[in-house]
T-cell receptor
Framework: EAGVTQFPSHSVIEKGQTVTLRCDPI?????LYWYRRVMGKEIKFLLH????????ESGMPNNRFLAERTGGTYSTLKVQPAELEDSGVYFC?????????????????FGPGTRLTVL | AQSVTQLGSHVSVSEGALVLLRCNYS??????LFWYVQYPNQGLQLLLK??????LVKGINGFEAEFKKSETSFHLTKPSAHMSDAAEYFC??????????????FGQGTTLQVKP
C-alpha cells in the first residue's frame, strides 16, 4: 500500500511568488491534515479536511494560504503571495477516520514533507 | 488547551547506553499520546502510541514508553542505543476528545545523537 506522498520535495521561490504544494493521502483515508514546521520551532497544525470539507482551519496563518481537497482525494496548499516567514517544511498526514474499522485512535500517517524556501 | 513539552532539544548517548527522551503533556481530557521519529530526509514515522489501554506501550525498533497520569508524562526509552537510532523524535498529543478534529499538538522535538 502506497504511503502519503507530497510534491515537490523542495521548492525555492522569490518573495511575492506563488507556490502550490500537493499531497496525496493514503487511498481511502477520509482525514487529511496539513502541518508546518518553521525552522527551530515545533510542528504546528494548519488545517484538517474530512473528505472534501474543511473541518478546522484554525491553524492557517492568514489569507495568503488556500487549501483545497478536490473530490476528497488529493489536496493542494497554495501560498500567494509568499513571504519570507512562510519558509519551512510543510507536512501532510492522513488517517482513516473515526467510525470506520481501524480508525478509532485516529493514527495519522505522514508524508515526507515539502521544504519551502522563500528568498 | 493541550500542550506538550519535550525536555532537552538535544540528547547524546553512547552506543549501547540507555536512551531516555522526556515528554510531559497538559490535557484537560484523557489524552491520546504519540511518539514519532524523523530520520534524515524522511517523513515522520510512528514509533508508538498510547490510547488509554495499557500504560506501558511497546513500539517499533525496541522503543517503549510509559504513560504516567500522576506525572503527566510519557517518556520514551530504549535499553540499548544503536547508531541507527540517531534521528529527531517528536512527542504529540491528540485533541480528539476536545474537538472533532483530532489534530496533533507536537513538542519541540529532541534530536538524538548516538556516539560510537
Amino acid at each position: 500500500e502506497a504511503g502519503v506522498t507530497q510534491f515537490p520535495s523542495h521548492s525555492v521561490i522569490e518573495k511575492g511568488q506563488t507556490v502550490t504544494l500537493r499531497c496525496d493521502p493514503i487511498s481511502g483515508h477520509d482525514n487529511l491534515y496539513w502541518y508546518r514546521r518553521v525552522m527551530g520551532k515545533e510542528i504546528k497544525f494548519l488545517l484538517h479536511f474530512v473528505k472534501e470539507s474543511k473541518q478546522d482551519e484554525s491553524g492557517m496563518p492568514n489569507n495568503r494560504f488556500l487549501a483545497e481537497r478536490t473530490g476528497g482525494t488529493y489536496s493542494t496548499l497554495k501560498v500567494q503571495p509568499a513571504e519570507l516567514e512562510d519558509s519551512g517544511v510543510y507536512f501532510c498526514a492522513s488517517s482513516i477516520g473515526w467510525g470506520r474499522p481501524g480508525g478509532g485512535d485516529n493514527e495519522q500517517f505522514f508524508g515526507p514533507g515539502t521544504r519551502l524556501t522563500v528568498l | 488547551a493541550q500542550s506538550v513539552t519535550q525536555l532537552g532539544s538535544h540528547v547524546s548517548v553512547s552506543e549501547g547506553a540507555l536512551v531516555l527522551l522526556r515528554c510531559n503533556y497538559s490535557s484537560s481530557v484523557p489524552p491520546y499520546l504519540f511518539w514519532y521519529v524523523q530520520y534524515p530526509n524522511q517523513g515522520l514515522q510512528l514509533l508508538l502510541k498510547y490510547t488509554s489501554a495499557a500504560t506501558l506501550v511497546k513500539g517499533i525498533n525496541g522503543f517503549e514508553a510509559e504513560f504516567k497520569k500522576s506525572e503527566t508524562s510519557f517518556h520514551l526509552t530504549k535499553p540499548s542505543a544503536h547508531m541507527s537510532d540517531a534521528a529527531e523524535y517528536f512527542c504529540a498529543v491528540s485533541d480528539y476528545q476536545a474537538s472533532n478534529t483530532g489534530k496533533l499538538i507536537f513538542g519541540q522535538g529532541t534530536t538524538l545523537q548516538v556516539k560510537p
